[in-house]
């Protein structure tokens, strides 16, 4: 069935908050600046350890926030846990933004706008996942990174203020800083209207609001024929579980065709962050320091360069790669690739180190082609498709605890990533190359045995795919909810509660644009 122009507005609203938690990551970069390191009284011998404490401290919040907001989301909903998380990173921005010097003020300010990006992070792919037709899953859950890609553009801000706003104002660091909110408070405004997730509605026992839900969201009356065969598969697949486990659990993890996906998430989390990508998203003019490229200014341009490439791939990547090629096919070819260049760039540092005369060698441009190269490759295939492949992989019963699964692994990762990043390159130099580059091909092999193809499957056509259930037992299950409680006694259903809430209002106008 094709996205509605509801489900439509929902994913961009979506889209909206997930530009924040990149350009409050990439925002890390301001302490190249001469503003903020004079202000925060930065030496070069601690800019390496406060660096890290600074980009890490936000990946630290984003831990805890993954484990509150999926507990959260699983009680209260999607809608209000999104809602709650942004408003969080707002007081975040906002604490990091009125810092005057302290640097335990501003690590504060990044943790707690961490709690939200957690949030984001575990409840964002989630809920698009639910709401989108099966057709358009995988494109829409793509835009979460390509959107997570345009907040990386605050480099761009970065370099402008290095360029134009004076050493000795301390305006050079807090703009960049600033612009979180303005991004925070846009998410937060996009969030209010949207509508909560029909599988979560009709998880929690709401059938005809979650029905409503459902037709709203394709833009179709709650009697057409493809939105009735679609609450029948969630009720069918709640069915099934339910026989499968009789009330809800934590041993129910542990099941076979559920430990599986757990153990793949918690794979694709530590996989994905540390594939390199992570550390160069994050630590990018620091690296373009270290290949060649010595004045401030033009390593931020290098890195503006770099996410904007990544930006632009993106959008390649969710209008051709994630519905043209398989979600694992393409991850193993992408890792693949990537190691090899990465196993090249090392022995190019190895052999070509950067000029001391602070001269660009053939070397170093040679080594900026390939990471340039990496963006290309990333950004059509490792970069939107972990998020893709884990939002889908999980039944409705335990979707938030795998997610937060996935969650907890990317944010650990990350945050062991981003602290160990700046001392790897500053002690072992070209053999960091090394060890990304084998964590890559590696992890592409592990993921070939390990990880069942998803495209072109329902959310619930997944679960016959892991095991959860037969594709027979499925079918009748479908055929005996169509039946039993088919489009007649939900329009009566529909119609009762119209009547009780004193509305009286044609069932089917209930969820038509």
Known sequence: ???????????????????????????????????????????????????????????????????????????????????????????????????????GQFYAGRFIAGLGVGAVSQISPTFVAECAPREQRGRAVAMLE?????????????????????????????????????????????????KES???????????????????LR????????????????????????????????????????????????????????????????YAPIIFQQIGFSATTTSLLAS??????????????????????????????GATITGIIFFILAAIMATHPPELDGRLSAASKAMMALIYLHVIVYSLTMGPLPWVYV????????R???????????????????????LMFRSIGWKTWIIFATINVGGSVVCWLLCPETKGLSLEEIDILFGSVSNAKRAANIEHILQAEGADKVTRSLSSTSSEDGSGKDSEKLSIV
Request: charge should be positive.
């Open 304 to 333: 503006g360069v770099f996410v904007t490439m990544k930006v632009v791939l993106t959008v390649i990547a969710i209008a051709y790669t994630v519905h043209r090629y398989g979600r694992i096919s393409a991850l193993v070819v």
């Open 198 to 216: 029909p599988r979560w509605l009709i998880r929690t026992g709401k059938e005809t609001e979650g029905l409503i839900s459902l037709a709203y």
């Open 1 to 103: 069935m094709a996205m509605g122009i509801n489900a439509g507005y929902l994913h961009v609203s979506l889209s909206f908050s997930v530009p924040s938690f990149g350009y409050d990551a990439a925002v890390g970069a301001v302490v190249t600046l001469p503003a903020f390191r004079r202000d925060f009284h930065i030496t070069p011998s601690s800019m390496a350890s406060i660096s890290s404490n600074i980009v890490s401290l936000l990946f630290g919040g984003a831990w805890f926030g993954s484990i509150i907001f999926a507990w959260l989301s699983r009680r209260i909903g999607r809608r209000y846990s999104l809602m709650g998380g942004i408003f969080i990173f707002l007081i975040g921005g906002i604490i990091q933004t009125a810092c005057d010097g302290h640097l």
């Open 391 to 398: 939002s889908e992989i999980f039944p409705l019963r335990i």
């Open 219 to 282: 833009a179709a009356p709650t009697g057409n024929k493809e939105v009735l065969q679609e609450f029948a598969e969630i009720k069918a697949q709640l069915r099934d579980e339910d026989e499968a486990a009789k009330g809800f659990s934590p041993r129910e993890l542990l099941l076979p065709y559920n430990l599986r996906r757990i153990i793949i998430a918690i794979f694709m989390g530590f996989w994905a962050s540390w594939t390199a990508h992570t550390a160069l998203m994050f």
């Open 146 to 194: 390509m959107n997570l890609a345009r907040g990386f553009l605050s480099y761009w801000i970065t370099y402008a203020m290095s360029m134009h706003v004076s050493n000795a104002s301390s305006s050079q660091w807090r703009i960049p800083i600033a612009m979180q909110i303005v991004l925070g408070g846009i998410a937060f405004l996009f969030t209010i209207p949207i």
């Open 400 to 422: 938030e605890l795998g997610q937060m699964s996935y969650s907890i692994s990317v944010w650990t990762a990350t945050f062991s990533l981003t602290k160990a990043s700046p």
